[in-house]
């Protein structure tokens, strides 16, 4: 089974260059942004000098099309396949392959079919992606690449209960996401996964230090070559998590 694994941060995605079976590891030069506008056109050139793209909305594909791209193209789950009539649109425009919508079930999955798509087994799923500046808000209208040029920002959003949403500011693009306050992790479903008989698997790593992405590669990485569920290898680094929709779905 293939695992491939996709860092919204440079330092995941070099610390993981380094976990041996590990498949393709996308990092922020070759991930596109979650909003791209017209202004966005010419400092996303450098994405067409890239063997391979995570596109994560139609206009990106436009703009590669556009721009004859001639590497291969891949959708995020944000360009939603719900069945094979989408797929086949998507794949009409250049695309590769597709990632499931985390939507589904593993019952809607199996009917929609996995064989050209990606699974996502682990990750931090975007709950809202926002053009207002957390960062902003929360410092007094200041913005944060104006005052250290950095690409990224984080802060923490809290809730009524005390749980933390993890927010990444996109400095480069002007963007929030606003992450759940635990990850999607389908460690105790190996067995259904195998039987999705997928294209690839997905890590998405997001707030992870670099040593977390590390060590949660490895324990998956070891998890789909020996066992069906986490009790046939050491404890995974976190305790709470989410399994999604792969077996309530949306109600």
Same mark, same amino acid.
Not at 176 to 181: A, D, P
């Given at each position: ?6 860092? *919204?941060?440079?330092?995941?995605? $070099?610390? @993981? ?6 498949? %393709? ?8 942004p979650?909003? !791209?506008?017209?202004?966005?056109a010419? %400092?996303?050139?450098?994405?067409? $000098?890239e063997e391979?793209?995570?596109v994560r909305?139609?206009?990106e594909?436009?703009? @590669? ?5 001639? #590497? $291969? ?5 944000t ?6 009539f989408? =797929?086949e649109?998507?794949? #009409? ?5 597709d &990632?499931a ?8 999955l199996? =009917?929609?079919g996995?064989?050209k798509?990606?699974?996502m087994?682990y990750? /931090? ?6 053009a207002?500046c957390?960062?902003?808000n929360?410092?007094?209208d200041?913005? #944060?690449?104006? =005052? ?7 802060v923490?959003? /809290?809730?009524?209960m005390?749980?933390? !949403? ?5 400095? &480069? ?5 606003? !992450? ?7 460690h105790?479903?190996m067995?259904k996964?195998?039987r999705?008989?997928a %294209?690839?698997?997905r890590?998405?790593?997001? &707030?992870?230090?670099? *040593? ?8 998956f990485? %070891?998890? &789909? ?10 404890? @995974?680094?976190?305790?709470a998590?989410?399994? #999604?929709?792969?077996i309530?779905?949306?109600?």
């Amino acid at each position: 089974m293939i695992i491939n694994a996709v860092c *919204e941060r440079g330092e995941q995605a $070099e610390a @993981l260059s380094s976990v041996q079976g590990l498949g %393709r590891i996308y990092s922020p030069d070759n991930i596109m942004p979650y909003v !791209f506008r017209n202004e966005d056109a010419k %400092r996303c050139r450098h994405f067409l $000098e890239e063997e391979y793209v995570l596109v994560r909305n139609a206009d990106e594909i436009g703009f @590669l099309r556009e721009n004859d791209y001639a #590497g $291969e193209i891949v959708a995020d789950h944000t360009l939603y396949t719900y069945n094979r009539f989408s =797929e086949e649109m998507l794949a #009409g425009l250049g695309v590769k392959y597709d &990632t499931a919508p985390l939507e589904l079930t593993y019952r809607e999955l199996s =009917e929609r079919g996995m064989e050209k798509s990606e699974l996502m087994i682990y990750g /931090r799923v975007p709950m809202m992606v926002s053009a207002g500046c957390v960062f902003r808000n929360t410092n007094d209208d200041r913005c #944060g690449r104006e =005052e250290s040029g950095e690409r990224q920002r984080s802060v923490i959003l /809290r809730d009524r209960m005390k749980a933390g !949403f993890p927010v990444i500011c996109d400095c &480069t693009y002007c963007y929030n996401i606003i !992450f759940n306050s635990v990850p999607n992790s389908l460690h105790n479903e190996m067995s259904k996964i195998k039987r999705l008989n997928a %294209r690839s698997l997905r890590l998405y790593f997001t &707030t992870e230090k670099p *040593e977390e992405a590390e060590e949660i590669a490895g324990c998956f990485l %070891r998890l &789909t070559k020996d066992g069906d569920n986490i009790r046939d290898i050491e404890a @995974l680094p976190y305790n709470a998590y989410t399994r #999604g929709h792969f077996i309530n779905g949306v109600t």
